[in-house]
């Protein structure tokens, strides 16, 4: 994703920037050592809102759900009191709440806030990007300050796991200056440059070690790279290979996270070349993904077939595949595309060639498309990989294939309902090549609907199968993320990590962090 809406965070250009808190390393020359933490982030936010996208799922330092994720996907209360009750059919959730939370401006957090968040979320004027992930939810009510009622269209399994949104207070729909009831506050935001935070010292659930954070956007991984070892940041995320050179020195420490964040091929299927199964198919098996684990990844990852991870229970285990480019070719010349004089190939006078776009910061995706462009070329399909800025790369995605990034630990519902239903196609980055089958956004529609655990299980095995079978998508690698920190603390604890990991992932519990003694 091109932002940090429910995706990915990055950091700018700082000014002046603090080292992290006592026992680790001293502060570079010129820089004072004041409790300030700088997380250098690979892309800038939209908004700060939870209402309209901002960091739903749960890590957004400055907002409580109703329930939170520890680090290994375990669901617990946060602003409720326990687990919600669900009625026998399915169709109405009640949640008690914790009493004595205060918003950061001093208000009590009441039912009316948790009533009004879901409310505005769902009103089709505010144009909230996730309104589609709370469809089932028919209305909510706050019959008391301490209960809150969500009645629904039809049975939602998922529909706990949703309740991670931040709640806002009552009336407020703050885009840029937000008032949560999180371990931090807002400060400021300095557009293309950094967010800055405070610790709530009044925190319902203890008040955080680290008093100031540093949201700096810096899109370029090199860049990123470059600011950490020159001290001005204090951790970040980095490609595997970027990271290798961190691993041992004094002061830092390199964390390896599992993750369900896949890269892969985004395809156009409405183009001559792209649209044509025959490529697409060929394309997959031409991909030698154990090598670019190995090479460019640095053995951090996995083939990547589909797009739920093995190391979920979701996954249908007979979505898989092989490196075979001689049968790659075979498939090619059976579907009528032979090669030229260059040794590319053709059909009816349409060259096989393609071109395949990636964010140009993002060295990793510059890899993988560089990858993709050799192996692709020896069983005879020309592509022309293209860096480009998300501005550029947005409008062209129905007309060009991409390197992109998705991906989820939680429910299957999450993003391939929106990434593979029709309804979505080009929907910006929701199913952006207008992918269309029927019986996917059946078996879609009936996983997401279902109360029963048994039916949602063969719906998305079937739907992984069909999705491969098409390759709607052409998935190459699922990523460890790699996050380096500087200073020593106890309180870190890796765990699953979904695409959007930046202000979640690692990061997720900065507020519970301490210097290590």
Known sequence: ????????????????????????????????????????????????????????????????????RSPDLTLKPSLATAPPEISEDGKTVTFTLRQGVKFHNGKPLTSEDVEYTYEALLDPKNNSPIRGDYAAIKEVAAPDPAKVVFRLHHP??????????G?????????????????YKFVSWTPGDKVVLEANKDYWGGAPAISRLVLAFAPDDNVRATRLRAGEFDATVLPPKAAAGFRGQQGLTVYDAH???YRGISWPMKEAVTGDKAI?????????RQAIVDAILAGAGTPAYGPISPDTAWHNPEVTGRTDQEAAKRLLDEAGYKPGADGIRAKDGRRAEFTLMYPAGDSLRKELALAVASDAKKIGIAVEPAGLDWDAIEPRMAKDALIMGYGSPYDPDYINYEMFHSKYAGEGFFNPGHYNNPKVNELLDQGRESADDAVRKQAYRDFQKIIHDDQAWTYIVFLKHVYVVRGQYTGITPGVDAHEHATGGLFATIHTWRPAA
Request: hydrophobic share 40%; aromatic share 6%.
């Open 259 to 261: 993750s369900a964040d």
């Open 280 to 288: 697409r198919q060929a394309v997959d098996l031409a991909i030698d």
């Open 156 to 165: 939602y399994a998922p529909l706990p796991q949703r309740t991670t949104l």
């Open 167 to 183: 709640i806002v207070p009552k009336g407020t729909l703050e885009k840029t200056r937000p008032v949560g009831s999180g371990p």
């Open 1 to 68: 994703m091109k932002r940090l809406i429910a995706l990915s965070v990055a950091f700018g250009m700082l000014t002046a920037a603090a080292c992290s808190a006592p026992k680790g390393p001293a502060a570079p020359a010129g820089k004072a050592d004041d409790g300030t933490f700088v997380i250098g982030m690979s892309s800038e936010f939209d908004n700060l809102s939870p209402v309209l996208g901002y960091s739903p799922d749960g890590g957004s330092m400055m907002f409580d759900g109703l329930m939170t």
